[in-house]
């Protein structure tokens, strides 16, 4: 189901949350809302579930608009960084509760929670409470009763936030073998670039309330159209007067055309990948990021003084 919002402002007081923002989200589409915090985000999402409404503009749902049709009419799934499961209820009932009170007859309940239990991988814990659950567990359960209703649109606010990195990762790429599935329509906040970037089909950069760039992750990554996208939007570092992405410095001992003088700090192995943190001659701290044979090759070391030029197609002054 194809998302349009259109011209959309939220005031809060004298705060502005959103400021005229107007976006597309494609049928079976995977966006993310990606940014600081306080750049609008949750509220964008709140609007289009239905639980703010803006001040001006409008929302539109398969066409249809959704502005004046309260939340619980939207036929939309949403999920919360901190989901409050019903803790005396089981994995099952937790799935199937709200089959339970759309009076669903309990034949296609079960049914339908069984599904569910098996695209979400939690055979076998049907059974247990919420507290006999990992977090990572949890999550999963939200969304499958998220899922259950057959939502038209389903909205994720930060859904892996309170996680460990590793949970994080594994749920990243669950969640995007799972929309493979499904194909429903999804929108999802996160200010975390990895996240966005490794799940989402399209990122849309807000800030401040406005939307600063939307597009492929590859599109922002390569193509920034600010400075504040290229700085959000995957690693910089600091190279004299511009940012640059830190694997696309080169390193040389000797002085090379265009090459910026730099005293090497130290030289961290991370398995492949090299990072190596850098002082200019003016005291700027910078680093780059170079392949384990490189470093080698050069035979890089601490103290040791290197020129760096950034690769001039891929550097925007």
Not at 120 to 132: K, N
């Amino acid at each position: 189901m194809a998302i349009a919002v259109e011209g959309v402002s939220k005031r809060f007081g004298e705060f502005t949350a959103l400021e005229g923002v107007s976006l597309e989200v494609r049928d079976g589409s995977l966006t993310a809302l990606l940014g600081p915090s306080g750049g609008g985000k949750s509220t964008l999402l709140r609007v289009i579930a239905g639980l703010e409404a803006p001040d001006e503009g409008r929302v539109l749902i398969g066409g249809d608009d959704a502005t004046p049709i309260p939340a619980r009419k939207r036929g939309v799934g949403f999920v919360f960084q901190h989901y409050a499961p019903f803790k005396h209820m089981t994995v099952r009932e937790n799935i199937g509760f709200g089959l339970k009170i759309r009076k669903w007859p309990k034949g296609e309940i079960a049914r339908r929670v069984d599904e569910l239990i098996a695209l979400v991988h939690l055979e076998g814990f049907g059974g247990r409470y919420p507290s006999q659950l990992s977090g990572g567990q949890r999550q999963r359960m939200a969304l499958a009763r998220a899922l259950a209703v057959e939502p038209r649109v389903l909205l994720l606010d930060e859904p892996f936030g309170a996680l460990d990195a590793t949970v994080r990762k594994e749920l990243r790429a669950w969640l995007r073998r799972l929309h493979d599935e499904v194909h429903v329509t999804t929108i999802f906040v996160t200010h975390d670039q990895e996240e966005a970037m490794e799940v989402a089909e399209q990122i849309v950069v807000l800030n401040h309330g406005r939307i600063e760039q939307m597009g492929t992750p590859r599109d922002l990554y390569d193509h920034p159209e600010s400075e504040f996208v290229k700085r959000f939007v995957g690693p910089v570092t600091p190279l004299g007067e511009r940012w640059v992405r830190p694997h696309d410095v080169d390193v040389s001992l000797d002085p090379v055309d265009g090459g910026i003088e730099a005293m090497i700090d130290r030289v961290i192995h991370l398995g492949f990948e090299v990072r190596v943190e850098l002082t200019l001659g003016d005291g700027q701290h910078t680093w780059v990021q170079t392949t384990r044979g490189r470093t080698q090759e050069l035979e890089l070391q601490e103290g040791e003084i290197v020129y760096l030029r950034p690769a001039d197609e891929l550097v925007s002054a």
